[in-house]
């Protein structure tokens, strides 16, 4: 008989459903309050929080919708709009909510926001540009664009900083002060980050329990914990949560509590790429049936992963940008010879038996996945696969084939294993 594997859910990641609903209920009536809205994209969301700006960023608001169960009536609403269905499925959620808005289009609620006083525009992909001109040019949405190219190399690092704090200094902020009527707050900046390096490092703490076999949680359990990072960043409230969490992890690895019953996981994974909040379930489900645990990724893993790193003075501007170039190499790991690094490092240290990589049919942010299975395949043994969906539009999800890859991908790890 088959063993039958069921998923042990933490009780602190119960927690995150009324964080989270607080967050989106304090945005959608900001303007009630008098209060500034921003909209972001990419990692500017801290400039607008230190101006006690109610705050959106666009990769939140997918895993939001999607989660509400309106991810399909949003994205109908852009295509009845003329958005493109290869178009990146976040930017279409943000241009079908403004649709809805504008038209009247019948959607849930609760996932339609206040337009922004400002959309601030990290750009690391070519989509965020498109987001940033699609609404400004229906809606006359102002906003303010800072061009954050990753780099291919290491030797790029040093100079793209430069570039990146120089847009910073010389656009975002002053166009933050125009639209707040007040002078940067550089102090609460600073503030923000004392307790974000908390909070990073309480979490950090969280992974070193994901090395343990059996492992006490999953990938998936820090996809539903990275809000405070996000959402609460600079508040108490994520370092109380990260306590919390780290607790309940301690307290499983000592009383051999696994996160895959009944006795622990019979696949390490690593997961590349978004997380597919749209239909999180039916992969998570996929996965369980097989005894498969997602440990870890370049993404969520890679957001502050080096938080002896946070400097909050004397200078909160430069430290942020470092920690995006220079010192974490959040975007150097995008690349094909970052992921190489990064990844080979991750499978080391968290015993990973093979590779899952979430091939985004609208995202082309990621960069080598291919390469990347290849080389790992050759230096370490251990096989990949693709799986090519989508991060937010269902439409591209198909129950066959994230099936038939899993199994295939098992089937490798099981011969191998049978070989050794």
């Known amino acids: 008989m088959e063993k039958e594997y069921k998923l042990n859910r933490l009780e602190t990641t119960k927690l995150m459903g009324p964080m989270v609903d607080k967050h989106w209920a304090e945005l959608r009536t900001a303007k009630e309050r008098g209060e500034r809205v921003g909209w972001c994209s990419g990692p500017m969301f801290i400039f607008p929080y230190a101006m006690d700006m109610k705050c959106h960023f666009m990769a939140g608001y997918a895993a939001y919708c999607a989660g509400r169960g309106a991810a399909e009536q949003v994205l109908e609403a852009a295509e009845s709009v003329g958005e493109l269905l290869d178009t990146c499925s976040y930017h279409r959620l943000h241009m079908g909510m403004a649709a809805a808005i504008e038209k009247n289009i019948p959607v849930k609620e609760e996932v339609l926001l206040p337009m922004p006083d400002l959309l601030i525009i990290g750009r690391f992909c070519t989509e965020m540009s498109h987001y940033a001109e699609g609404l400004y040019r229906r809606y006359s949405t102002p906003v303010v664009a800072v061009d954050m190219p990753p780099p291919q190399d290491k030797e790029d690092i040093a100079r793209l900083e430069k570039y990146v704090e120089g847009q910073i200094r010389g656009s975002l902020i002053p166009e933050i002060e125009r639209v707040c009527g007040r002078p940067f707050d550089y102090d609460r900046m600073s503030e923000i980050l004392s307790v974000l390096k908390q909070a990073c490092t309480l979490r950090n703490e969280c992974w070193e329990f994901a090395k343990v076999n059996p492992t006490p949680w999953t990938l998936w359990d820090y996809g539903v914990s990275i809000a405070p990072i996000f959402y609460m960043m600079g508040k108490p409230e994520s370092v109380t949560y990260y306590t919390k969490l780290r607790d309940e992890l301690a307290e499983r690895v000592e009383k051999k509590i696994p996160v895959m019953l009944p006795d622990g996981e019979n696949y390490r994974l690593y997961w590349d790429s978004w997380l597919p909040w749209a239909f999180l379930g ?25 938080p002896e790193d946070i400097e909050p003075e004397p200078d909160p501007v430069r430290n942020w940008v ?65 799986l090519e969906i989508d991060q937010a539009d269902a439409s591209f999800y198909s129950d066959a084939q994230v099936d038939t890859r899993l199994q295939a991908l098992f089937e490798m790890i099981d011969g191998r294993r049978r070989v050794i």
């Open 282 to 306: 039916k992969i998570i489900r996929s996965f369980t049936k097989f005894g498969a645990v997602p440990i870890c990724g370049r993404y969520p893993w890679e957001f502050f992963d080096h």
């Open 322 to 386: 470092q920690l995006y170039y220079t010192k974490s190499h959040i975007a150097y790991h995008a690349s094909t010879k970052g992921g190489i690094d990064l990844i080979s490092k991750l499978v080391e240290d968290y015993s990973i038996d093979g590779l899952v990589m979430l091939a985004s049919k609208t995202c082309r942010f990621w960069q080598g996945q291919v390469p990347i299975i290849n080389h790992i395949e050759k230096k370490y043994g251990i096989p990949g696969i693709l």
